[in-house]
């Protein structure tokens, strides 16, 4: 996935550079936190890539999950840029672009998972076992969508952040 363009400005590279697991960037508008979520996707995949070089498990696959509060604001901030993304810069990986489904598939790295985090209490984001988390305007999710759902999900996936 060498070679992508990924513009980060200084705050946010200080962010995408910062090594601890689990980050929270509480900023002002027009930050770009959202754009910078959806342009550490790439950086994630490389990430899986280089630390499971023998792809993703076929029998329970490792995600990346791209969580709102809800899907109707998931598909209307996040997910045409991610189907951007998927036909631009990372078509060559891509397997499958599902636009019912909200999800990405890719050769041999996780799928990318577009849903609303609250919509049934999390139920969309169960079974999955989630190598990488973006969740955005997280102060609107329901505790329990990442205290049951979202941290249990990531405990047993290696590498997870």
Not at 29 to 43: A, D, E, W
Not at 92 to 97: A, D, G, H, L
Not at 104 to 111: A, I, T
Not at 131 to 137: K, N, P, Q, R, T
Request: charged share 20%; net charge negative; glycine share 10%.
């Amino acid at each position: 996935m060498s070679g992508l363009c990924l513009n980060f400005h200084d705050g946010q590279r200080h962010i995408i550079d910062d090594s601890h697991r689990f980050k929270v960037a509480v900023m002002g508008r027009r930050f770009g936190k959202t754009n910078m979520g959806i342009k550490s996707i790439p950086l994630a995949l490389e990430q899986f890539q280089s630390s499971n070089p023998q792809g993703v498990d076929p029998v329970t696959p490792e995600t990346i999950v791209v969580a709102l509060p809800t899907l109707q604001m998931a598909k209307g901030l996040v997910w045409e840029p991610i189907v951007n993304m998927a036909e631009g810069a990372l078509a060559p990986w891509v397997k499958k672009i599902d636009r019912s489904s909200h999800r990405v598939d890719f050769h041999g790295l996780p799928s990318v998972y577009v849903v609303g985090a609250n919509d049934r209490d999390g139920d969309g984001l169960r079974g999955k076992r989630i190598f990488y988390f973006l969740g955005d305007e997280i102060q609107d999710f329901k505790p329990v969508v990442l205290d049951a759902v979202v941290i249990p999900a990531m405990a047993d996936t290696e590498g997870s952040y």
